[in-house]
């Protein structure tokens, strides 16, 4: 047994450790279909981050070709040639001190007081375009920046009434490629589905499925990045570099244009 342990290992189908406990077996999945989809996945990965640094590259010189510096000053020392019979002269003019009149105290009814505090307070607002500060291009650039280093991509990406595809053999060929809704996500990677077509109820893992990208026009929700959780519309597909572009349909960004998106963050979402 030791020694077709070793040779499923040298042939490269199982990963085999020995350990003072005996042998260690890991089935090596080397199923076509899964090695072009992790093979997509680094692909993806590396393009977005690429895509993500000349994005971000492309509004730093957008950024400094609309930024103008004031234009510098230069400080020249005073000459005065030998030849020359100018004098300097130095005015000094005469302060007027005003005498100052002192307010004398009033004293009102507290009720009247706080009204007039209330009053003064909205008064000092700033008015129209005063209230609005126009922020520059590179403050906004840095900002962008900042938040996109908070926001991590997170390796769990599974949450409930999205669509999902069952991409497992594990099961049978009754569940393969079938469609389910996600109901509930234990243990970050657990899941709990509902099948569209049957109703049948299954426990998986997130390893067990993919998204599914629906029609134009429908909505998806994001899945990962700084827009986590948001509800979008499918604006449009690029199956060249395996990414979408939507459009966000609710919360403060409602109409902001998402795109190159990839396929693993965005999934269709389920609508009774």
């Known amino acids: 047994l030791t020694n077709f342990v070793k040779y499923l290992g040298r042939e490269g189908l199982v990963k085999a450790d020995e350990t003072e406990k005996g042998w260690f077996v890991t089935y090596i999945d080397r199923d076509p279909e899964a090695e072009a989809r992790r093979k997509r996945k680094i692909k993806m990965a590396i393009d977005s981050d690429e895509r993500q ?33 100018d004098k300097v002269n130095f005015a000094i003019t005469k302060l007027e001190l005003k005498k ?55 390796d769990a990406w599974v949450t409930p009434g999205i669509v999902i595809k069952i991409i497992t053999k594990d099961l049978g060929d009754d569940f393969y490629k079938e469609k389910a809704v996600i109901l509930d996500v234990f243990d970050t990677y657990g899941i709990k589905v509902k099948l569209l077509n049957s109703n049948k109820k299954l426990k998986l893992d997130q390893t067990h499925v993919e998204t599914v990208i629906p029609k134009c026009g429908r909505k998806i929700k994001i899945l990962n990045g700084p827009y986590e959780g948001t509800i979008a519309i499918l604006e449009s597909l690029d199956t060249e570099t395996f990414s979408v572009a939507v459009k966000i349909d609710s919360g403060s960004y409602k109409g902001r244009l998402l795109k190159s998106l990839p396929y693993e963050d965005v999934s269709k979402l389920h609508v009774d």
């Open 53 to 85: 640094e000349r994005q971000l590259m492309e509004q730093v010189e957008r950024a400094k070709q609309n930024y103008s510096e004031p234009n510098p000053t230069t400080s020249t020392d005073l000459l005065r040639s030998e030849d020359s019979d």
């Open 100 to 154: 100052t009149e002192w307010a004398k105290p009033v004293h009102k009814n507290v009720l009247q007081n706080l009204s007039s505090e209330k009053t003064v307070t909205c008064s000092n607002k700033p008015k129209g375009k005063q209230a609005v500060k126009k922020r520059s291009v590179l403050a906004e650039l840095i900002e962008e920046n900042e938040a996109k280093k908070k926001c991590q991509r997170k």
